[in-house]
């Protein structure tokens, strides 16, 4: 099983280096995926300039201050406004169904490390919460499989986990019987992400960015799609503002990039601003 993996994409004149430097980043992954063939080792480098459809610049520092000034303050208010509904979903949920009304889930990450030869992304395992929305000790392969024909683009897989899906649809499937009533509500109205907030506070996530994904699910991944994890995650992202479960993978990590590409305070607001119509529409919940 693989201990770690080192993607160092540099540009220079158009051309791949080895070399990290002030214009490149690094993504190191500090745990266990098994993205690679047995036997790798921590110094596997893997060049992926060739993934990016332009130059990535690394923001300055002075970004990611204001960018965790503005979570700090934005997550502490909505947390005290949001009590009263907070509690009236937890006692839907626990009234719904039995087990606790918070689901912990270990998820992937992206962590900005400053070393003396510049940034360095680590990509390590946190725990992300959640309102729970489904069963109690519910049966994970479903959604393995639904993460395998996804990330494949297997849309007759994709069409039998949701018949009648047309052009545009959510991907998501609509028999997954592990989901509660209570649960099924949270979704459409995207309410079971409320509880992040608290990950937002703790440094572990921030409000915008690409949305961090499952250890089984970085396992399914081709080279190429690593990219997206340059990026601490968000409770919100460029992807889910222009598509959310509508958008095919490829699609979702095209859109990522473009946010990494482009990241500022300014984009994250205006992302901000663009997630509530998109929450309010319900479009693309689920």
């Known amino acids: 099983m693989i201990r770690g993996l080192v993607i160092a994409p540099s540009f220079t004149n158009g051309r791949s280096s080895h070399r990290a430097t002030e214009e490149s980043s690094t993504i190191r992954i500090s745990s266990p995926l098994g993205v690679a063939n047995e036997g790798s080792s921590v110094a596997d480098v893997v060049t ?3 993934l990016l459809a332009c130059r990535v610049p690394v923001a ?5 201050i204001a960018k965790r000034i503005v979570d700090v303050m934005l997550a502490s208010m909505l947390i005290v406004l949001l009590i009263p509904l907070l509690l009236i979903i937890a006692i839907a949920i626990a009234l719904d169904s039995p087990g606790p009304f918070v689901f912990a889930q270990q998820r992937l990450r ?3 490390i400053q070393t003396d030869r510049g940034s360095v992304w680590s990509i390590e395992p946190f725990t992300l919460y959640k309102f729970r929305t489904m069963e109690s000790n519910a049966d994970p392969s479903f959604h393995r499989n639904y993460i395998a024909a996804y990330l494949a683009g297997d849309e007759a897989r994709l069409r039998s986990l949701r018949p ?3 052009v545009g649809d959510n991907y998501r499937p609509i028999s997954d019987r592990r989901v509660t009533r209570v649960g099924a509500i949270l979704r459409k109205l995207s309410l079971d992400e409320l509880p992040q907030l608290w990950n ?4 572990e996530m921030s409000l915008v960015g690409p949305r961090p994904p499952l250890p089984y699910e ?3 991944y081709q080279e190429r799609h690593l990219s997206r994890l340059l990026g601490t995650p968000g409770l919100t992202g460029w992807a889910q503002v222009k598509g959310r479960c509508t958008l095919d993978f490829e699609d979702t990590v095209r859109l ?11 984009f994250d607001l205006k992302i901000l601003l663009m997630t509530v119509p998109v929450v309010l529409s319900r479009k693309g919940a689920g």
């Open 48 to 50: 992926r300039a060739d």
């Open 60 to 64: 300055g520092g002075r970004y990611y």
């Open 110 to 112: 992206g962590r900005r």
């Open 164 to 166: 009648g899906r047309e």
């Open 200 to 203: 937002v506070l703790r440094g």
């Open 218 to 220: 970085v396992e399914m």
């Open 256 to 266: 990522d990039l473009e946010y990494i590409a482009c990241r500022s305070v300014w």
